[in-house]
């Protein structure tokens, strides 16, 4: 099984608001990443964390918080957005250099 | 000049047809390479994985790696209308690198 979870499917949120979007992967994946993607453009990656430990940050902006409270899940905490961050933001994992698994994503808009 | 160059189409075939697609790029250090199917509004689904140079088959899809033309290429036979997606490709050095150079995809419409 290579399932990645997402939740929820579809965000809409205020500029003020805080949100969190979650991720789950029972695999026993080592690494885990929250990817942005915006329509027509391939996914943009924003974090990654190797065995809990955050490894990665592609210089995203603060009012993006990444967290891993275990092994198995990871969340990313949601302040002060703009509307263009609205986006699908995907969450993937991989056991293997390269063999990335996908989540659904969460489609997030920010009004 | 990007580091991984890809059609983006759109590529409308009539089913039944063999698809090729292709990506190239320009960074040696690539030794991974991938092929994702993303329907419209869902994550991406990964198809094929391969490394280094060769050819790998898995039902209708075939992929090919030539390192030496940095070329990389799918094949689908006997062509579906499911098959209707963008499909990306990915690659990564490997050597302890999680970070994945995405082409920009391409899009695939099969007619039934």
């Known amino acids: 099984d290579t399932e990645v979870t997402q939740t929820p499917k579809h965000l809409v949120m205020g500029m003020t608001n805080k949100k969190s979007l979650k991720c789950e992967q029972h695999m026993g994946h080592r690494a885990m990443y929250w990817y942005k993607q915006k329509a027509k453009k391939p996914p943009e990656l924003m974090f990654v964390?190797?065995?809990?430990?955050?490894?990665i940050n592609e210089s995203v902006p603060s009012r993006f918080s990444p967290e891993c409270p275990n092994s198995s899940l990871l969340n990313l905490h949601l302040h002060a957005l703009q509307p263009e961050d609205s986006a699908l933001y995907l969450c993937a994992s991989s056991q293997d250099l390269g063999r990335q698994y996908f989540g659904p994503g969460t489609r997030l808009t920010v009004t | 000049q990007k580091e991984v160059e890809q059609d983006p189409g759109p590529l409308s075939v009539p089913e039944g047809a063999i698809v090729s697609l292709n990506c190239t790029y320009s960074?040696?250090?690539?030794?991974?390479f991938m092929w994702y199917r993303q329907y419209s509004r869902k994550g991406p689904e990964l198809l094929m994985y391969t490394y280094s140079s060769g050819n790998k088959e898995d039902g209708r899809f075939t992929a090919q790696v030539d390192k030496s033309s940095k070329y990389i290429s799918l094949f689908i036979r006997d062509s579906q209308p499911s098959d209707s997606a963008t499909y990306l490709c990915a690659m990564t050095p490997g050597e302890s690198s999680y970070k994945l150079i995405f082409g920009s995809g391409t899009r695939l419409l099969v007619r039934p």
């Open positions: 964390y190797s065995y809990e430990k955050l490894s």
């Open positions: 960074n040696s250090a690539f030794q991974y």
